[in-house]
Structure formats: C-alpha cells, structure tokens
C-alpha cells in the first residue's frame, strides 16, 4: 500500500487557518495545569474543557519524556470539579512516588523521546495546548517528531495538515494454475496470470477520481492491457453521487462487486457472468447512485445509468462491454434498485433497456472472400435488448450466501456475423443465467489459529442459451463448483476449487463435460 | 416482465426524482455548505465501528483497521460508499471509527520500545461494572458481539474459561488501551475499540463488566 502526498502549497496557509477551527478536536485552554518532574523527566496533568461532545471536563496526561502517548484518564458530563479533584489525586499519587509537582504547564513541543512516525506524512492532528493552537500550523516546527498527540486521534474531519488532495494505489493480482479433463484428455496450465492496478484521487471530500486497469498475459506470451473502469465519482449529496466516464455496471452483483478474486469466493465467475455472458461487464455514460436510511439501519439503494450501451457481438449476440463510441445513437438505461432491511441480508432487481444495430460486415472478417453473392440482399437492422434481474446476499457472521437471476431478450435483427454469409436474419435470442452460492468460514466455530481460516464453498449456476446455436453450443452449460479457501489474510486467499461443467448444447461426438481443479492466489491490496 | 421493469425503472427514477430534490432543496438552506462540526466523535465512533462491522464486510471479509493509516482510510472508504451506495452519514460515521483507531494505532506503535510491555494502571479506580456494560454496548459489541464469543474472523472468544481473560489485568488493560496485534492474528484490536472519546478509565470499567460477565478471574 503506498500512496503519496501531492503538495498543494498555494492552499496551504489557507488549510493551516481553517484546519484549525474547523478540523481539530478542539480543546479549549486548560483550567487546572500541574508538572510533576524528577530529575530526568516531566510529566504533565491538565484539566481541559472540550469543545465538542458532551464531557464538560477531561483529565490529560502527558508523559512526553517517556515515548508515552497522551492519554484521557478521567471525564466528567457533569462537574468540572470532578476533573480537577481527580487531576489533584493524581498529583498527590505521583508526589508520593517521588515526583515532584508544581502548578504549571510543560512547553507543547518540548522535546519528546516519542517521534510520532507517519512515513512522510504530516503529523496526526494534535495539540491540546492553548498556546501552540493559537500559533499558525503553517508555522508550526517542521520537527513534527517533536508533538505530542492527545489520545484517540480525532473524530473524523479531514486530517489536519492533510493535503487536499490524497491518493491511494489499490487493486489486486492472482495467478491461477488449472488441471482440467475433457474426455479422457487431461491437461495442465498456468493460466490466467493478472495484475490489476487500481487509482483513486481525491479532492477533498468532493471528488473522487477511480481508476483500474487489467494486465494479463494471454495464451500467445502477448501482454493484454484493458481498462476496466475510470470513473469521477462527484459527491452531490448525503443521498447522490454523480458517477461519470467509464464504470463497471451497476447491474447485478458478480460484475460490480465479487469479481475480484480476492473477493469472489471462488476461482472464476459463474457460467454466464464473466465475459461473454448475459451480465453487463461497463459501459461509458454517466450514471446517478446513493442509498437512502430507512429508520435504524434498513437502506435504500439505487443506481440508474445513461450509456452507450450493448452492441452485437461477433457471433451475432450481444456484447456488454464497453466502448467508446456508440453503434447507434439510442443509448441505454441500466441500473438496479436493491434494498436492505438489515445490514446483511440484500434483495435486488436489475434492468437494462437499449438496441443493437446490426453490421454490415462482421468486424475482423471483412477481408475474408465472400464465396457467392448473398442471395437475398438484406439491409442490417435495430433490435431491442431488454434485460432483468434479481439477486439477493445474505452476509451474517460466518455466512456469505447468494442468488443472482439474469435474463436477457434481444429481438430478431438483420446482421452480419462470425461465419454469415452478408448480412443474415437471426431470430429472437434469449440468454438465462443464475448460481446460487454458499460460503461458511469455520471462524465461527474455533479460534484456532490455522482452523479458522478455512471458508469451505459450494456453487451451482446455469447458462441457457436459445436462438443462436454458435453461441448455445459453446457456453450454454450447467455447473456445480465445491472449493475450499484459506484466508492468509483478509484479502489474500489461497484456494482449491473442483469444478463439473456440462456443456448442454455440444453437437453430437463433441465433448460434452470437462472436470476441473483450479489452484488460485489472489491478493488484494 | 415488461411490467416488472416498468416498476424497477419507475422506483428507480422516483428515487433519483427525490433525491435531487432534496439536494435542491439543502443546498438552499443556509450553512449548508458548511463542513460538519465535529460535534459527536464518541457517539460517531460507537456508531462507525458497528456499521463497519455490518456493511463493510457485506462483499469482502472485513480489512484490518490497521491496514491503512487515517489518511488512506479517508479515500478508501470515500471509494466503497459509491461501491456499496452507502449514504454519506453512514460513510462519514465509518471514517471516524476507521480513522481513529489507525490514527491512535500508528502513535502508539511507534513508542520506542524503552518501557516494559505491560503497563501499570494501578492508578485507575477499581472498574465500575455498571458503566462497563454501558461502555460494551456501545461500542466493543461491534466485534466482540453482545455475548462476547466475537462476531469477526480474527476476534477471540472472550468467554472462554481459559481465554484471554486469564491474563493478569494489566497485560489486559495495556492491550485494549494501546490496541494491538497478536502474531499472525487476521485481525487487529484497535486502541479503546476505536473510539477517541473513551478513556483508560473507561477500559478498566469495562474490564470488570466483562469478567462478571463472563465469570473468569486472571488466572494464577
């Protein structure tokens, strides 16, 4: 995890001024003051009055010659008087052990053995000294190891001295060795490799700025660079942010939220998911989402997107992923409404409308000698897509469980495509897949050190496809997976998965089954 | 199905239709722009770390509060309420939680290590078991859970006749006050559960809720 500070020195008097009436736990000047020293150390007891939350007094102690951090021993919602009675007992404890105590009050930036490391960032929000807030935090020493910082951090402001702008590299990596059988044929690869790198900058609490790329190495050694999203994401209100530029699609679950390994309790995505599926992958557009409180702890979800939308895929079906430009000048309306009556347990519906125009040519062929003129001369046309879904998670302690139902219809339409000779009719074609899935982490039942980091997993899922057999014959399949993770840590798993597909559409002398075993690493960061 | 759409697509946008309204309508009254005032932190604190615990682990295992620092917590999570539509109240109060427990976290692990590990507290007033249990349900229930047996991957049982709790108080209350990290462990104990507003005091209270509570005394 790295990230980096980008200086914004031009805003940084202004920071320093605001940062402190506005980002800081404030804490006003304190009432009641005590140094008790030896010889070699100081040590200091105050009785201070904060500016927020419902205490009327705390009792601060500071020891900084000891590496020790600030600490609040005592608070008080009612009396002052209760801070100071406890401020005095613990001078007299100390007087007792030795110390001797003086009203008064240690110097705040008075050399301290504790340097407060945050690897190159700012120090933590601090100084509960009246005589140092009152000192612009521009100006505040450059020796930031010499502050002290109170104890708890702060509540949540943006960090004093933090930059306005502040990023973060995320994303994750996997490498996935599979041993498959296919009719009596068995087969090893590493395949699969893939680093996907992830960037967001934000601007205050305005902006933020996503961004995540997919660097794989395919079959022919070639290096594969795809963007998988790069979004704004623009803060409009406590109920409303305005998603613009390239985004994963809203619609579902698998796609916009499992799909990182790390993530997705197993090896790869269920039949029908991944690419090639009935599941929108991203579109380019712009997109309105946010949750709503209900009450206590229900929610509201939403997410509605304007985009480019599908268009038709090399086989003459439909290809969700996102483009640049648009086929036609029809864009799509995606999204997905889901609600939570509890925080883990999540029901939702999913939709997209849009068209597909046909081609005249099938992209990537249109060198290929066209063997006869077509008979009938057909002009490609527009069809419909429509697509709903539902899907549900119910995530409680050990539990991880879900359901997700996708369907598909798009009507006839005049195209060209992998294998047409000229532009021909296809008929209607309906895409159907869904998985149910359950997960179980033994965490719940021991707090063995190895035991607990097993999540024993079982899918089934189907792909159906009917109205274009190219397409049926090579994805239509039913699967069942069983697999086995180990939790390194909370992002990094390794896992064994067996998986039983059977293909329901092979011709006939085809092979109709594989059985596999995936080995997977994956790694988020 | 056409009109199971319509409904989706009718809900959705009557959603979106509310929304902006009431942003027009926010934005209108004044000091809306205003940052929040930091009015709150115990209470957001309390509120933060059972919310994160609830909705930050409803797509991917929970991530250690050690993981980030303040800063990176501060755009991750900015990043996962437009992921999981999280309302920014919701978001804000997970920063808090997030954000103080790695803020207290990374002060405390960079004390040179010049004192014996274990502190003394002996200057703490015995544990008011009352104010313990107040303390618990606020804000230790997140991941300890209300029975204490821990809710998280990486939390332990605390109720076990011979778990944690047979550690000598100190040794205890050293580690819930500084928060800390066995080797290995998946998951960190943030320094007072993450929450800025409560005190050693407070831990010491808590500390005799729990072993009234759970029954077990520190051991030999």
Redesign the interface.
């Known amino acids: ?1 790295r ?1 980096k500070k980008i200086p914004a020195l031009s805003t940084a008097a202004l920071l320093a001024s605001t940062s402190v009436i ?4 404030g804490l006003a000047a304190a009432q009641a003051s005590y140094v008790c020293s030896t010889k070699s150390l100081d040590r200091s007891i105050e009785v201070v009055q904060p500016d ?4 009327v007094c ?1 009792v601060l102690y500071r020891k900084p010659d ?4 600030d ?5 008080s919602n009612q009396s002052m008087a209760f801070c100071e009675e406890k401020a005095q007992e ?1 001078v007299a ?1 100390l007087t007792a052990t030795g110390f001797d105590c003086t009203e008064g009050k240690i110097d705040a930036v008075i050399a301290s ?7 190159g ?1 700012a120090p ?1 929000p601090t100084v509960t000294n009246a005589a140092l807030k009152s000192q612009p935090l521009a100006q505040a020493p450059q020796s930031s190891d010499k502050q002290n ?1 109170p ?9 004093a001295n ?1 930059t306005d702008t ?3 590299l ?1 994303g994750y990596a996997d490498a996935t060795f599979v041993v498959s059988n296919m009719d009596g044929t068995t087969t090893t690869d590493f395949s699969a490799a893939r680093f996907n790198p992830g960037f ?1 900058f ?1 601007y205050k ?1 305005l902006i ?1 700025l ?1 961004a995540e790329a997919e660097i794989s190495v395919n079959a022919d050694g070639e290096t594969d660079v795809e963007l998988e999203y790069a979004q704004a ?1 623009i ?7 305005l ?1 613009v530029g390239q985004f994963l699609s809203p619609v579902g679950q698998f796609q ?3 799909h ?1 390994t ?2 997705n309790r197993l090896a790869d995505a269920p039949a029908g998911f991944g690419h090639d599926g009935v599941q929108p992958a991203s579109d380019v557009g712009a997109m ?6 209900i009450g206590e ?1 229900a ?6 997107a304007v985009g480019n939308g599908p268009r038709i895929s090399h086989e003459g079906g439909v290809a969700f992923e996102a483009k640049g430009g648009d086929d036609n000048s029809n864009k799509a ?1 995606s ?4 609600f939570l009556p509890f ?2 347990l ?1 029901v939702g ?3 997209l ?1 849009g068209d597909v125009t046909g081609v005249e040519e099938e992209a990537g062929h249109d060198a290929d000698p066209v063997p006869m003129p077509a008979p009938v001369v057909l002009e490609p046309t527009d069809a419909k897509v ?1 697509l ?1 879904g539902a899907d549900a ?1 119910y ?1 409680r ?2 539990w991880n469980v879900r359901f997700e139902y996708l ?1 598909m219809t798009r009507d006839p339409i005049a195209t060209a495509f992998e294998g047409s000779v000229g532009v021909e009719m296809l008929p209607e074609l309906e895409l159907q897949a869904w998985y149910a899935q359950i997960a179980y ?1 033994l ?1 719940e039942i021991t ?1 063995h ?1 190895i035991l ?2 097993f999540e024993p997993v079982v899918r089934y899922g189907e792909f159906k496809v009917s109205g274009l057999d190219e397409l049926a014959e090579e994805a239509a399949e039913e699967r069942l997976d069983v697999g086995l993770n180990y ?1 390194i ?3 990094i798993v390794a896992r064994g998965v067996g998986q039983w597909r059977d293909f329901t559409d092979r011709e006939v002398g085809e092979p109709s089954s594989e059985t596999r075993f995936l080995l997977q690493l994956a790694y ?1 960061f | ?1 056409k009109k ?2 319509l409904i ?2 009718g ?3 009557l ?2 239709g509310a ?2 309204t ?2 027009m309508a ?1 934005s209108t009254e004044p000091g809306a722009n205003k ?8 209470a ?2 309390a509120r ?1 770390a059972k ?1 994160w615990a ?2 930050c ?8 509060p050690s ?6 917590w ?3 999570v ?2 996962m ?10 978001a ?1 109060d997970i ?2 939680f997030l ?2 427990s ?3 976290e ?3 692990s ?3 290590p ?2 014996a590990a274990t502190a003394s507290f002996a ?2 007033a015995p544990g008011d078991v009352v104010h313990g249990k107040e303390i618990f349900s606020q804000t230790c229930i997140a991941c300890h859970g209300a029975d204490g047996k ?5 939390v ?2 605390l109720t ?1 006749a011979d ?1 944690r709790l047979v550690n000598p108080d100190d040794l205890l209350l050293t580690n819930i ?1 500084k928060g800390y990290q066995s080797e ?1 462990s ?2 960190a104990m943030p ?2 559960g993450g ?7 407070d831990m010491a209270d808590v500390l005799a809720y729990m072993r009234k509570e759970y029954g077990i005394a520190p051991g030999k």
């Open positions: 995890m990230h506005l980002f800081m736990p927020y939350g419902s205490a705390k000891e590496g020790a951090p600490q609040f021993l005592w608070r613990l404890s053995a504790q340097p407060i490391q945050t690897k960032q933590a910082v104890m708890g951090g702060v509540p949540y402001q943006r960090v933090q502040s990023w973060h995320a967001h934000q609490d933020l996503e994401d803060f409009l209100h406590d109920n409303a942010t998603v916009e939220r499992l990182p790390w993530i309105l989402r946010g949750g709503i409180l702890e929610i509201a979800t939403y997410a509605i309306v999204g997905r409404v889901g925080p883990y999540e519906g999913s939709f409308f429509m709903w998670a995530t302690g050990p369907n982490r965490s707090d050190q607990q980091r939790w840590a909370p992002s988020g | 199905m199971l759409l989706l697509t809900s959705a946008l959603a979106a929304v902006l009431q942003t926010q940052a929040p005032a930091a009015s709150d932190g115990g957001a604190a933060g919310a609830n909705h682990s409803r797509c991917h295992n929970l991530r250690s993981e980030l620092n303040a800063e990176l501060d755009v991750s900015q990043h309420r437009v992921r999981a539509n999280l309302p920014g109240s919701v804000d920063k808090v954000m103080s790695a803020m207290a990374k002060q405390y960079s004390a040179p010049q004192r200057y703490l821990g809710t998280i991957p990486g332990p049982d076990a778990g006050i290995g998946l998951m320094p007072m929450n800025p507003d409560l005190t050693e005091q």
